[in-house]
């Protein structure tokens, strides 16, 4: 198809801005080496929370307008998300995070900390499904229209033959892509189990814990986490990490003990000192980047693709 604008890149960030180009009216296609059950959202937890972006008022920004979006959606089944309560933990004491005000948390009790923790705090936030969610977005952006093609670039140079806007959505890949050193992976390794009747959400947000913890519930299963290896590219899933998750994951809930393991999840979270949403211009084309994400992919997604809609709409304004 002729499209006026191609989206590299089909994680949560590439899809999220594909649909929201297309339901701007413009005729979008996504380039991927990776379709969306392969790429690292795919392989996400994924709940909304900031983790692993820097802190700033367009993180903020972003964050927030992602959260409207993900309420808005979880009253439809098929896309995935859930609202659902629980707590975030530590086991030294910490002041709650600054984006707590937008998910309307609380202190926690002591008598509702988990053994070992001395403070934490309770919130309501959306929980994805992420490979029922990428596929809701797939789904969206095919009804508007929209396009997935299997194809790798060698740059962004040779994309930009493809349409008047490319917007750039590679994730780790803009590495090279991009030529970006400063883009680095983060491995991340979870373990799915069939859930035994958890309902809520749990997080160690210890600072400076050696390694993640975290439970997240959904209908039929548990997503068990994590690891948070910087510099790690290997997508190969690490049978002693997952050991290790699934060890510190029953310390905290005895009742994951024994339940069925179903599956193990590797993904390279895109980390950046600042996430990079800027445009560069290439004669009379434009070039969109978005990508840095870091583990926030899911919480940023919506304001990001916004964002990017907003910057595609001045620079044709300007130019017409």
Do not use: K, M, P, Y
């Given at each position: 198809m002729s499209a006026d604008a191609v989206v590299i890149g089909a994680g949560v960030s590439g899809l999220t801005t594909a649909v929201c180009l297309a339901e701007a009216g413009m005729r979008v296609r996504v380039d991927t080496d990776s379709l969306p059950g392969a790429t690292t959202s795919a392989a996400a937890g994924a709940m909304w929370d900031p983790y692993l972006a820097e802190s700033s008022d367009l993180v903020e920004r972003w964050s927030r307008a992602t959260l409207s979006e993900l309420v808005a959606l979880s009253v439809d089944?098929?896309?995935?998300?859930?609202?659902?309560?629980?707590?975030q933990e530590s086991r030294i004491p910490c002041a709650m995070p600054a984006w707590i005000g937008l998910v309307d948390g609380r202190l926690c009790a002591l008598k509702e900390l988990k053994h070992g923790f001395v403070t934490g705090w309770r919130y309501r936030a959306p929980l994805a499904d992420m490979p029922r969610y990428l596929h809701y977005l797939a789904r969206r952006l095919a009804k508007e229209g929209g396009s997935i093609r299997s194809h790798r670039y060698g740059s962004v140079e040779e994309a930009m033959r493809e349409a008047p806007v490319v917007v750039n959505c590679s994730g780790t890949g803009a590495r090279v892509l991009a030529n970006d050193p400063s883009v680095e992976a983060v491995r991340g390794q979870l373990v799915v189990v069939e859930n035994p009747g958890i309902e809520s959400f749990f997080c160690d947000d210890t600072p400076g814990a050696d390694e993640l913890t975290y439970i997240y519930p959904h209908a039929r299963t548990v997503v068990l986490g994590g690891t948070s290896d910087r510099g790690n590219w290997d997508l190969s899933p690490d049978e002693e990490a997952a050991c290790r998750i699934i060890a510190r994951c029953v310390a905290v809930e005895p009742s994951i003990s024994g339940a069925r393991i179903l599956e193990q999840r590797v993904g390279l979270r895109p980390a950046r000192t600042q996430i990079r949403l800027a445009e560069e211009h290439y004669g009379g084309r434009l070039l969109v980047h978005n990508y840095g994400h870091?583990?926030?992919?899911?919480?940023?997604?919506?304001?990001?693709?916004r964002e990017v809609v907003e910057r595609i709409r001045r620079v044709t304004i300007a130019t017409t």
């Open positions: 089944e098929d896309t995935g998300i859930r609202i659902v309560e629980g707590t870091g583990g926030a992919g899911l919480t940023l997604s919506w304001g990001c693709a």
